[in-house]
T-cell receptor, first 108, second 115 residues
């Protein structure tokens, strides 16, 4: 079946890099996403990657995809207090299946 | 592009009542999705449409839930005989699938509280 797994919490010092990891099960996934959700807010698309790519960089964000291991990661460089949020990994074939989210906490 | 619009933002209802939510997707988006999100969880897939056709329904969608997208534009999600377990944020999203592609864009959701 389809499943997306993420660790629930991550604490990072301000200015360090954050790396959020995700594993998925559907080998037919065509796109993989990262969404950000701040408290009381909706889901904001951060970035996505096609399944035939292995890396995508967008300013402070780097997405790495290991299709063989079905592993996706999101690296946020120079983490700021405004990055504090819940980050959802999602896989897409027809419908999009989300993980439970990783809560990123920034330490001063 | 005004984004995905959902109404109402909040709905409080008594158990046993029927409720209906509306979603207006981004124009020219042919796919429309409904998700449900409870506290501490990721969004759970409920159903999706390609134009006016409902292509898939989750096992989570009991007989009390029905969704429509009659003209392939806006969609409604109705919950009949609401139960306290239906309390959640109901999210709508839209995208383009076909010759071109866009990722899923979400609305701000309708928060349902069943008392």
């Amino acid at each position: 079946g389809e499943d997306v797994e993420q660790s629930l919490f991550l604490s990072v010092r301000e200015g360090d890099s954050s790396v959020i990891n995700c594993t998925y099960t559907d080998s037919s996934s065509t796109y993989l996403y990262w969404y950000k959700q701040e408290p009381g807010a909706g889901l904001q698309l951060l970035t996505y990657i096609f399944s035939n790519m292995d890396m995508k960089q967008d300013q402070r964000l780097t997405v790495l995809l290991n299709k063989k291991d079905k592993h996706l990661s999101l690296r946020i460089a120079d983490t700021q207090t405004g990055d504090s949020a819940i980050y959802f990994c999602a896989e897409a074939h027809d419908k999009i299946i989300f993980g439970k989210g990783t809560r990123l906490h920034i330490l001063p | 592009d005004t984004g995905v619009s959902q109404n109402p933002r909040h709905k409080i209802t008594k158990r046993g009542q029927n409720v209906t939510f509306r979603c207006d997707p981004i124009s020219e988006h042919n796919r429309l999705y409904w998700y449900r999100q409870t506290l501490g969880q990721g969004p759970e897939f409920l159903t999706y449409f390609q134009n006016e056709a409902q292509l898939e329904k989750s096992r989570l969608l009991s007989d009390r839930f029905s969704a429509e997208r009659p003209k392939g534009s806006f969609s409604t999600l109705e919950i009949q005989r609401t139960e306290q377990g239906d309390s959640a944020m109901y999210l709508c999203a839209s995208s383009v699938q076909g010759f071109s592609y866009s990722p899923l864009h979400f609305g701000n959701g309708t928060r349902l509280t069943v008392t």
